[in-house]
């Protein structure tokens, strides 16, 4: 059986990695029992402009959660990132850019990449940028996105990255919950030769009358071609940043004030807000990115996630950056213009670190050994992976064929809300199973419940909660604190609930399952069945929709969407085709359905409510298993929709 099998903890890691196993035990021991002494110590690998005097003062209580970590202490984050580095790293390599063409690269080093975060911040503040003020940033995988978080964490501002693939909706809405005041974009983009309308999105999304709170937008040139230009408003990031000066100091910063706002998607509703603050952020990603990497000096780390992933906020460009390490940052798709382009790119930059998601590895698998042809990838010293559960087969490929059997895999589970990894082999630690995210990192107490909350020991599956606060914990959402108690602290009183279940075996290793709420993973990305659904009745021939998570192959899932469409409407092709670009319209590419299927009426209880579960058991063709329907209002839906479904295939 594959995932019966064990990788011991390579020879030379067992003694010279940042933790071993027995140091893992200790300190892990120590970091439950005395968080304090724990992470005081911890944050001392980070500058403070005021040291703290207080480590933890956190409530997980029912209606009163309040998270604060070192919060008398005072710091920045782009000078922990850059300025700390300059004396002993300057000329060291801060970001490898690698284009979408292969023919396309750039380098910044620690100086330079300081100077254009100096530039770009006096940008903002010469627009009128402030503490405390939000700046979305909408743009390509290019170091300018890098340049502008930095810039906004030099002068306090509070960055909201919004992912390019989403559409003039998407951004739209996180502008009017946020109150932006000023977007940062680019004319367009380009992944795997395709072309990303990025300034013409935000000049939609701006054209909405109920946004009222953006006066600037300034546009980096990518491609040099746009539609059009609205000189009132647009400022070309180029001439901006020649006039501004070099130099630019940084603000003093509270530990607890907000650093972003990161959109994510939950179980109900419209995105939610998730806002971290500053220094338990930092401190956390600075410490988790050393030691589950265990990054050695000069190694050159690349992380696939795109900067509007929290992915690629903690572990592409903070907790690197301020480790004083060399990133590669890639514009483009790991098999584009050939199928071995991800493997190349690991031999030119000699790649040892490289941290990519499930999703990509099956993808890439699928092709066959054309994927490393031609490549040796001696580089590597170590894989990651993350966003969802990996299954056996794919752990076991990356590891044999990216990683040439050498390599040891830390599957790092996380979320938006955590800020850093949570639950991860450390590589010098613990012996690994492919598909177990294995052991809880230094400060976090997971245990698992049954649906009453009763706590499950030993064997068994359940909830995945988390007891007590770790540093680089989500503070709030944004403008909405009342969700945030609801959506995490009131399912389980007391705890934080992740939405995930994991199991727990014999050796007492974590296995994450998967979502138990509705929200579905689609290539590593969160996505809320509520969200898909509102987008589908906003349509104007769609009366009722529900949307299934299903299998597949490559995405980890796939959305299956049920509709009834208003009277006198009549499915077909052209229809099919209409809703699938009106989702993507709505939310982005991303959110297309895979399957519409329309029907006449949805299994419905007799007090109305729609009952996914038969909905789900026919989507994934397990109608054999449907279970008990007797409270159903019409029971004879179900057989029309199990026939509708075999049609559909
Ligand atoms: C959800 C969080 C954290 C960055 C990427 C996604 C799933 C994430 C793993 C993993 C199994 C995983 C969970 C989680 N997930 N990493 N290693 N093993 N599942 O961030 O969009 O906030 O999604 O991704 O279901 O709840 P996100």
């Given at each position: 059986m594959l995932d019966g099998r064990r990788y011991e903890v390579p020879s030379d890691l067992k003694t010279s990695a940042y933790i071993t196993?027995?140091?893992?035990?200790?300190?892990?021991?120590?970091s439950i029992e005395n968080p304090d002494k724990f992470w005081n110590e911890q944050a001392r690998n980070i500058e403070w402009i005021k040291p703290f005097t207080k480590v933890k003062n956190t409530s997980f209580e029912q209606g009163k959660i309040d998270i604060k970590w070192f919060e008398d202490g005072q710091l920045n984050i782009s000078q922990n990132c850059l300025d700390r580095h300059l004396a002993t790293k300057g000329d060291d390599i801060a970001?490898?850019?690698?284009?979408?063409?292969?023919?396309?690269?750039?380098?910044?080093?620690?100086?330079?990449?300081?100077?254009?975060?100096?530039?770009?911040?006096?940008?903002?503040?010469?627009?009128?940028?402030?503490?405390?003020?939000?700046?979305?940033?909408?743009?390509p995988m290019v170091p300018e996105a890098a340049v502008a978080m930095l810039a906004c964490t030099r002068i306090g501002a509070i960055h909201s990255v919004?992912?390019?693939?989403?559409?003039?909706?998407?951004?739209?809405?996180?502008?009017?919950?946020?109150?932006?005041?000023?977007v940062i974009t680019s004319d367009e983009g380009i992944r795997g030769g395709k072309i990303i309308p990025l300034k013409k999105n935000v000049d939609a999304a701006l054209?909405?009358?109920?946004?009222?709170?953006?006066?600037?937008?300034?546009?980096?040139?990518?491609?040099?071609?746009h539609d059009a230009w609205h000189s009132e408003r647009d400022i070309w990031w180029h001439e901006a940043v020649n006039a501004a000066d070099p130099y630019c100091d940084y603000e003093v910063m509270d530990a607890e004030s907000p650093l972003f706002i990161l959109y994510t998607s939950g179980s109900t509703g419209k995105p939610k807000g998730v806002l971290h603050s500053t220094a338990g952020y930092l401190v956390y990603t600075t410490l988790t990115f050393k030691t589950v990497f265990n990054y050695q000096p000069k190694d050159i780390f690349w992380c696939t996630a795109d900067v509007g992933w929290i992915t690629g906020h903690s572990y592409l460009?903070?907790?690197?950056?301020?480790n004083g390490a060399t990133i590669v940052m890639y514009e483009g798709i790991p098999s584009y213009p050939t199928p071995n382009r991800l493997s190349q790119i690991v031999d030119k930059y000699q790649v040892n670190i490289l941290y990519t998601a499930p999703?990509?590895?099956?993808?890439?698998?699928?092709?066959?050994?054309?994927?490393?042809?031609?490549?040796?990838?001696?580089?590597l010293k170590l894989l990651g992976t993350v966003g969802e559960p990996i299954n056996p087969q794919a752990w076991i490929w990356y590891h044999e064929t990216i990683g040439n059997s050498r390599c040891p895999i830390v599957d790092t589970w996380w979320q938006t809300e955590t800020g850093g990894f949570l639950i991860t082999p450390l590589p010098g630690a613990h012996a690994l199973k492919p598909g177990a995210a294995m052991k809880p990192f230094f400060g976090v107490q997971p245990a698992l419940v049954d649906n009453e909350g009763n706590f499950i020991e030993g064997e068994g599956e359940g909830n995945l909660v988390i007891m007590d606060s770790w540093p680089s914990q989500a503070r709030t959402l944004y403008g909405d604190h009342a969700r945030f108690e609801e959506a995490y602290f009131a399912t389980f009183k007391n705890t934080y609930f992740s939405g995930d279940a994991a199991k727990r075996d014999a050796d007492g290793d974590i296995w994450i399952t998967g979502r138990v709420d509705d929200v579905l993973n689609i290539s590593g990305h969160r996505l809320g069945t509520a969200e898909v659904e509102s987008a589908l009745v906003a349509h104007p021939k769609i009366a009722e929709a529900a949307v299934i998570g299903v299998p597949h192959d490559i995405k980890g899932q796939a959305i299956y969407a049920y509709i009834t469409l208003n009277a006198g409407e009549e499915a077909d092709d052209a229809l099919y085709l209409e809703v699938k670009n009106w989702v993507?319209?709505?939310?982005?590419?991303?959110?297309?359905?895979?399957?519409?299927?329309?029907?006449?009426?949805?299994?419905?209880?007799?007090?109305?409510?729609?009952?996914?579960?038969?909905?789900?058991?026919?989507?994934?063709?397990?109608?054999?298993?449907?279970?008990?329907i007797s409270t159903l209002a019409d029971p004879s839906v179900v057989e029309k929709l199990i026939s509708e479904y075999k049609c559909l295939l």
């Amino acid at each position: 059986m594959l995932d019966g099998r064990r990788y011991e903890v390579p020879s030379d890691l067992k003694t010279s990695a940042y933790i071993t196993s027995s140091e893992y035990e200790k300190k892990y021991k120590e970091s439950i029992e005395n968080p304090d002494k724990f992470w005081n110590e911890q944050a001392r690998n980070i500058e403070w402009i005021k040291p703290f005097t207080k480590v933890k003062n956190t409530s997980f209580e029912q209606g009163k959660i309040d998270i604060k970590w070192f919060e008398d202490g005072q710091l920045n984050i782009s000078q922990n990132c850059l300025d700390r580095h300059l004396a002993t790293k300057g000329d060291d390599i801060a970001i490898i850019w690698e284009g979408d063409s292969p023919s396309l690269s750039r380098q910044m080093t620690y100086k330079e990449l300081h100077e254009q975060v100096c530039r770009f911040a006096n940008v903002l503040k010469s627009q009128g940028i402030k503490k405390g003020d939000v700046v979305v940033i909408y743009m390509p995988m290019v170091p300018e996105a890098a340049v502008a978080m930095l810039a906004c964490t030099r002068i306090g501002a509070i960055h909201s990255v919004i992912f390019g693939g989403f559409s003039p909706e998407a951004i739209a809405g996180r502008i009017i919950d946020s109150n932006a005041k000023l977007v940062i974009t680019s004319d367009e983009g380009i992944r795997g030769g395709k072309i990303i309308p990025l300034k013409k999105n935000v000049d939609a999304a701006l054209a909405k009358p109920e946004i009222t709170t953006v006066e600037k937008v300034i546009v980096f040139e990518r491609t040099g071609h746009h539609d059009a230009w609205h000189s009132e408003r647009d400022i070309w990031w180029h001439e901006a940043v020649n006039a501004a000066d070099p130099y630019c100091d940084y603000e003093v910063m509270d530990a607890e004030s907000p650093l972003f706002i990161l959109y994510t998607s939950g179980s109900t509703g419209k995105p939610k807000g998730v806002l971290h603050s500053t220094a338990g952020y930092l401190v956390y990603t600075t410490l988790t990115f050393k030691t589950v990497f265990n990054y050695q000096p000069k190694d050159i780390f690349w992380c696939t996630a795109d900067v509007g992933w929290i992915t690629g906020h903690s572990y592409l460009v903070y907790g690197p950056l301020s480790n004083g390490a060399t990133i590669v940052m890639y514009e483009g798709i790991p098999s584009y213009p050939t199928p071995n382009r991800l493997s190349q790119i690991v031999d030119k930059y000699q790649v040892n670190i490289l941290y990519t998601a499930p999703t990509a590895i099956r993808a890439l698998m699928a092709q066959g050994d054309v994927v490393v042809e031609n490549t040796h990838r001696n580089s590597l010293k170590l894989l990651g992976t993350v966003g969802e559960p990996i299954n056996p087969q794919a752990w076991i490929w990356y590891h044999e064929t990216i990683g040439n059997s050498r390599c040891p895999i830390v599957d790092t589970w996380w979320q938006t809300e955590t800020g850093g990894f949570l639950i991860t082999p450390l590589p010098g630690a613990h012996a690994l199973k492919p598909g177990a995210a294995m052991k809880p990192f230094f400060g976090v107490q997971p245990a698992l419940v049954d649906n009453e909350g009763n706590f499950i020991e030993g064997e068994g599956e359940g909830n995945l909660v988390i007891m007590d606060s770790w540093p680089s914990q989500a503070r709030t959402l944004y403008g909405d604190h009342a969700r945030f108690e609801e959506a995490y602290f009131a399912t389980f009183k007391n705890t934080y609930f992740s939405g995930d279940a994991a199991k727990r075996d014999a050796d007492g290793d974590i296995w994450i399952t998967g979502r138990v709420d509705d929200v579905l993973n689609i290539s590593g990305h969160r996505l809320g069945t509520a969200e898909v659904e509102s987008a589908l009745v906003a349509h104007p021939k769609i009366a009722e929709a529900a949307v299934i998570g299903v299998p597949h192959d490559i995405k980890g899932q796939a959305i299956y969407a049920y509709i009834t469409l208003n009277a006198g409407e009549e499915a077909d092709d052209a229809l099919y085709l209409e809703v699938k670009n009106w989702v993507r319209n709505e939310i982005g590419a991303i959110a297309t359905p895979d399957y519409i299927h329309a029907t006449k009426g949805l299994p419905k209880t007799r007090s109305g409510k729609i009952m996914r579960r038969i909905l789900r058991k026919i989507a994934c063709d397990e109608a054999d298993q449907l279970g008990d329907i007797s409270t159903l209002a019409d029971p004879s839906v179900v057989e029309k929709l199990i026939s509708e479904y075999k049609c559909l295939l």
